[in-house]
């Protein structure tokens, strides 16, 4: 009692520290799903769910990128048939620079943002009383030490109608949304549930908000403009919390029928996407919970023009680590909250690893059945061709993890911090360690040669 009378009054004496929200609310210039493509699955897809992890998972996220792309195919390269990008924390960095510039910001990544020094301008000492304070109020650092710096030295002002202007993959930069303890991506739908226009919302402060791990940072602040709201379309309207629906469906009901509250919500914490989410798989996960359609999380058209689909799941996470179970004493302090923070993270991202395989065959059952059962006028009205076999598809799935590699690179890799600050061998390692292991998947081989030898449509 003695303590929490203690912090509660250091609360009370601490100026907050917050970041002031940046969105901007709908109008009637905005465009239909704010410029983003609706349809974005080609014939042969490569989606990529890329995890957490700092500037290490950037880096590793960089070598899966750098891999597809020295992967010749008779129209181009592997990198080519990458649909979709899905990242939370570190790997939204790498997501959402080739979101903006696409091959060239791959071309220059590593020595403009991995070997980037973001830690100089952060509050970083635990033992300064200003900091201490501000960590109660808050968080140690705000916009101005590093959502700024992203906007002015990695993003140079973009916002998502520079991704979305691209003809690239549909990017997925995911946060948590601390209040409801569920994911929050930065996409059209879900900012329209907010009455937002995500297409002038800064690229910068949706990485930071996906970086934003608790204490470190101050949450990054979304608003809802319930005065600018339109009725939402009927998909979206229909999700509501109902008894017989999974747990996870229903959070996620509650904080979209919150969203539109404006007595109840009127401004969105977010933090690191990692807390709910640090496999970044969450955007596959819930549409095909809440939509109910055979093919969601694609559109009736991706599922006409869809052949092979491989899902990529990277895993830069760092394992345990330290040297506290040598000694009766310990973990304290700082390893303690940070041990017990990487619990609730890795066993989360565990049991959704385990539901995204069994959710991989029950959408391709699904999709076969859906192509199946068109007409052949439907099949035409969806860009299919007059003849085509319904059943020739095939999705796969394959994991990429750290604790996986061979040594001695298993071993260099783990030993690389999940800092915001690297050296540029350690750089170097998680870059090449993820080249080397994204072109050994046996599943990427077995995806190249089905997208060669596959049969007639």
Known sequence: MLVAAAVGGLAGCAAPVFNPATNEPLSAATPRNMGARTDFMRENSIVLSLSGGGLRAAAFAHGVLTALESVKTADGDLLDDVALIGSVSGSSLTAAYYGVYGRDGLARFRSEVLLADFES?????????????????????????????????????????????????????QATDLYHRVPFPFLPVLFSILCSDLSRYSVADAVAASMAVPVLFAPVVVRTFPESCE????????????????????????????????????????????????????????????????????????????????????????????????????????????SATDAAVDSAARYA?????????????????????????????????????????????????????????????????????????????????????????????????????????
């Not at 301008?121 to 140690?140: Q, T, V, Y």
């Open 121 to 173: 301008g952060m509050r970083l000492s635990l033992f300064n009383p200003a900091n201490l304070m501000r960590m109660i109020g808050g968080g140690l650092n705000g916009r101005e030490n590093f959502g700024d710096t992203l906007d002015r030295r990695v993003f140079h002002g973009a916002t998502f109608a520079d991704i979305f202007r691209r003809q690239g993959p549909d990017i997925r930069i």
């Open 231 to 338: 009725p939402l379309p009927a998909e979206i309207a229909a999700i509501r919390p109902r008894p017989e629906a999974s747990r996870v469906l229903n959070s996620i009901a509650k904080a979209v029928t919150a969203y539109r509250d404006p007595v109840r919500i009127g401004f969105i914490k977010l933090a690191d996407g990692g807390l709910t989410d640090n496999f970044a798989v969450s955007t596959l996960l819930i549409p095909r919970l809440a939509l109910g359609t055979p093919y969601a999380p694609m559109t009736e058209r991706d599922a006409v023009k869809i052949r092979r689909l491989l899902l990529i799941v990277a895993d830069a996470s760092q394992g345990p680590n330290g040297d506290w179970t040598l000694h009766e004493a310990g973990p304290s302090g700082v390893d303690l909250a940070r």
């Open 353 to 457: 690893a385990d539901a995204l395989g069994r959710m991989i065959q029950e959408w391709h059952d699904s999709v076969i059945a859906f192509r199946c059962g068109l007409k052949p006028a439907d099949v035409i009205r969806l860009g299919g061709p007059a003849q085509w076999n319904c059943s020739d598809v095939k999705f796969s799935l394959a994991y990429l993890s750290v604790d996986e590699l061979d040594s001695p690179m298993r071993e260099r890799i783990e030993a690389v911090p999940t800092r915001l600050t690297l050296e540029a061998d350690q750089v170097d390692v998680a870059i090449e360690g993820a080249r080397q292991s994204t072109l050994a998947l046996r599943r990427l081989r077995t995806y190249l040669r089905d997208r060669v030898t596959s049969g007639s449509r």
